[in-house]
């Protein structure tokens, strides 16, 4: 029973988003995340709280269980702000020998006493449509006049979600040619999710800086 209680905690609200029923979570039996240990909860969850306090975007740190040889890789994949709150969007991927590498995929957002807990978040709300025309305004914005400071805008008629990508600065990394964006998306109820990232060209392709 305090197994099933630590574990639950460790998964908590993303299972309520996964179900909609905090009892439907038949799917964890056998799982790699079912057989780690107290203690192997009590230091993942030490090492993910270091990462999303330390570790930049699109970095991947190594964990082990020492007792049963569970590697997990964590990646913090994108940092934003959702009003006043600061969250990082984070992959999780298990992988033991000879079993199939399972992943998870948490939004994960700081409270008011600098604790991070996972969150049903208005990222998850964001649709593929809403993505796609991201992408563009955010690729038009890129490939822009390098003096230009004017804020694009996209809008999904059928999410009623919207965005806006403010070029802010342009800037040379190890020799390649960056720009840093604004980039806010504001969902159908008016609640917005922000952040500042840089892209740099690399072989004609835009790419993330990760920092």
């Known amino acids: 029973m305090k197994k099933a209680a630590i574990l639950l905690g460790f998964v ?7 179900t909609g029923n905090a009892a439907n979570v038949s799917f964890l039996k056998n799982s790699l995340l079912q057989q780690l240990t107290d203690e192997d909860i009590t230091s993942l969850k030490q090492d993910v709280t270091q990462v999303l306090n330390k570790t930049p975007d699109q970095k991947i740190i190594r964990w082990r269980s020492a007792n049963n040889k569970i590697q997990v890789q964590i990646l913090p994949k994108l940092s934003f702000m959702e009003g006043s709150r600061e969250c990082r ?21 700081k409270d008011s006493a600098g604790r991070w807990h996972i969150s049903d978040s208005l990222m998850r709300q964001t649709t593929d449509s809403d993505w796609s025309l991201l992408e563009d305004t955010v690729k038009e914005v890129l490939e822009s006049d390098k003096d230009n400071r004017i804020p694009a805008s996209w809008f999904n008629p059928d999410s009623k979600h919207s965005g806006v990508v403010v070029p802010i600065s342009v800037l040379s ?39």
């Open 12 to 18: 908590g609200l993303m299972l309520l988003s996964w």
């Open 89 to 109: 969007r984070t992959l999780f991927k298990f992988t033991a020998d000879q079993r199939r590498a399972e992943h998870y995929r948490f939004d994960i957002c």
């Open 173 to 211: 990394h190890e020799g390649k040619f960056c720009r840093e964006l604004a980039i806010s998306i504001i969902n159908a109820k008016g609640g917005t999710m922000d952040g500042h990232y840089t892209f740099c060209k690399v072989n004609g392709e835009w790419a993330r800086l990760a920092r």
